[in-house]
């Protein structure tokens, strides 16, 4: 069974910084794309930042360019997204995704999200 659960959110001050962290289980893991996306209330979802499987060529959000950082350990199946410098429009709960294409078929999977609070 696959899992994947994020932790770190809170509330933090607007120039604060958070961690988010997915621990994974039950796939394999170095194989995955993984991704942070969010949501935030009346928003569609947005997909924030890719890592690839092996760890290279990193994308971000615009709008996050220069303060999130993601990042991974394939030994240990986690995925990280370092947020500095933290605005109130990046107040959404934040998701994982792991997502694979493979024989034509895609494959994604979910955590349940954490909340992150950026307010005065």
Known sequence: ???????????????????LSCATSGLAFSSYEMNWYRQAPG???ELVATIPSTGGSTNY?????????ISRDNANAMVWLQMNSL???????????AHR???G??????GQGTQVTVSS
């Not at 959000?61 to 950082?69: P, Q, Y």
């Not at 605005?87 to 995704?97: F, G, M, Q, R, S």
């Not at 078929?105 to 979910?110: G, M």
Request: net charge positive.
């Open 61 to 69: 959000l615009d709008s996050v360019k220069d303060r999130f950082t």
């Open 43 to 45: 928003k569609e979802r």
């Open 101 to 103: 294409r493979f024989l």
């Open 87 to 97: 605005k109130p429009e990046d107040t959404a709960v934040y998701l994982c995704n």
């Open 1 to 19: 069974q696959v899992q994947l659960v994020e932790s770190g959110g809170g509330l933090v001050q607007p120039g604060g910084s958070l961690r």
């Open 105 to 110: 078929l895609n494959y994604n999977y979910w």
